[in-house]
């Protein structure tokens, strides 16, 4: 089936510092995109709609001055957290839509996130 | 809006034996339903699909759920379970228009050896 991939797995930086996730369809083009996060032993929460060749759609309560993301290519979306806080660590989740495949939704590996 | 429910936050089973996970949503038209499955520390795995057809969808490791259009609902099934199975199990439809996932609350499925 498709896959979708996301790097890093984990990633641990200090307060204030800027880190990017991506998030690539490995074998299938991707004109929209999804970013969840996911707190210990909850759903996802959606946090914005990437659109390849336009801005990003951001879910209300969602900054997107601190959450930003660039859908540069069909294949890849990446989500840069900016001036990172302890709060914002968490498991952050991408999605694709293979639409050839009647729009069935893939998932990424997940990202771990940790702020120090 | 599609809504999706899953009234089971925790279910446990004795290995080898079957589990039925529930899964209710809200629509009065045709819909997509979707079980994706999330190991510990792991991302979602799709477990199975319904778009259209057949209303009886097998999945890997064994699943199979059922769309059942008058009971609004798409129960995940597994006739025996095993220890690799224990999992977060998620529900999930498309809302209309967009392709914008609504999840259930997601069940936790712990098999007792």
């Known amino acids: 089936g498709a896959v979708v991939s996301q790097h890093p797995s984990w990633v641990i930086c200090k307060s204030g510092t800027s880190v990017k996730i991506e998030c690539r369809s490995l074998d299938f083009q991707a004109t929209t995109m999804f970013w969840y996060r996911q707190f210990p032993k909850q759903s996802l929460m959606l946090m914005a709609t990437s659109n390849e060749g336009s801005k990003a759609t951001y879910e209300q309560g969602v900054e997107k001055d601190k959450f930003l993301i660039n859908h540069a290519s069909l294949?890849?979306?990446?989500?840069?957290?900016?001036?990172?806080?302890?709060?914002?660590?968490?498991?952050?989740?991408?999605?694709?839509?293979?639409?050839?495949?009647?729009?069935?939704?893939y998932f990424g590996e997940g990202s771990w996130l940790t702020v120090v | 809006a599609q809504s999706v429910t899953q009234l089971d936050s925790q279910v446990p089973v004795f290995e080898e034996a079957p589990v039925e996970l529930r899964c209710n949503y809200s629509s009065?038209?045709?819909?997509?339903?979707?079980?994706?499955?999330?190991?510990?520390?792991?991302g979602l795995q799709l477990l199975l699909k319904y778009l259209s057809g057949s209303t009886l969808v097998k999945g890997i490791n064994g699943f199979e759920a059922e769309f059942n259009k008058s009971q609004t609902s798409f129960h995940l099934r597994k006739p025996s379970v095993h220890i690799s199975d224990t999992?977060?199990?998620?529900?999930?439809?498309?809302?209309?228009?967009?392709?914008?996932?609504?999840?259930?609350?997601g069940t936790r499925l712990t098999i007792i050896p």
């Open chain 2, 87 to 105: 999992a977060e199990y998620f529900c999930a439809a498309p809302n209309f228009g967009n392709e914008k996932l609504t999840f259930g609350t």
């Open chain 1, 75 to 105: 294949t890849l979306s990446t989500l840069t957290v900016t001036s990172a806080h302890p709060e914002d660590s968490s498991f952050y989740i991408c999605s694709a839509t293979n639409r050839v495949e009647g729009n069935t939704i």
């Open chain 2, 28 to 42: 009065s038209v045709s819909v997509y339903l979707f079980w994706y499955v999330q190991y510990p520390n792991q």
